[in-house]
C-alpha cells in the first residue's frame, strides 16, 4: 500500500491540480445555487475593476454584470456539453459493437449451416 502512494501520481503537483480541478467542478455545479441572478444588469456598477468590490470579485463588464458568476456559468455550459458528447461517443461505440458482434455471429452462423 505504501507503494502506491509513493507512486507518482500522489505527488504535489498532481495532488494540488486535481485538488483544484475538484473545486473548479464544485463551483461550477453550484453556480446555479451560488449566482441566481447572472444575467442581471446593474448600470451602477458598470466596469468594477477586479478585487475593489467584495461583491464583485473579479469586476464587472460594460454592462454591469459579474464576471465570476458569467465565469462559472459559461463552465456549466462546457461541463453540460462535455457530459454529453461523452454519452454519445458511449452510445454510439455499444451500438457499433452491438452491430459488428451481431453481424459475426451471425457470419459465423451462416458458414458452419
Not at 458569467?70 to 456539453?81: A, E
Request: aromatic share 12%; proline share 4%.
Amino acid at each position: 500500500m505504501t507503494a502506491f502512494f509513493q507512486s507518482r501520481y500522489w505527488s504535489l503537483e498532481f495532488v494540488l491540480g486535481a485538488g483544484l480541478t475538484g473545486l473548479i467542478v464544485i463551483g461550477v455545479l453550484l453556480s446555479r445555487w451560488l449566482f441566481p441572478d447572472v444575467g442581471a444588469i446593474d448600470l451602477g456598477a458598470r466596469l468594477v475593476p477586479p478585487f475593489e468590490r467584495a461583491d464583485y470579485l473579479l469586476g464587472t463588464d460594460p454592462l454591469g454584470r459579474d464576471v465570476l458568476a458569467r465565469i462559472f456559468v459559461g463552465g456549466w455550459i462546457s461541463l453540460q456539453v462535455g457530459f454529453l458528447s461523452v454519452l454519445g461517443s458511449v452510445l454510439i461505440g455499444v451500438l457499433m459493437g452491438v452491430v459488428g458482434f451481431s453481424l459475426h455471429l451471425l457470419i459465423s452462423i451462416l458458414s458452419t449451416i
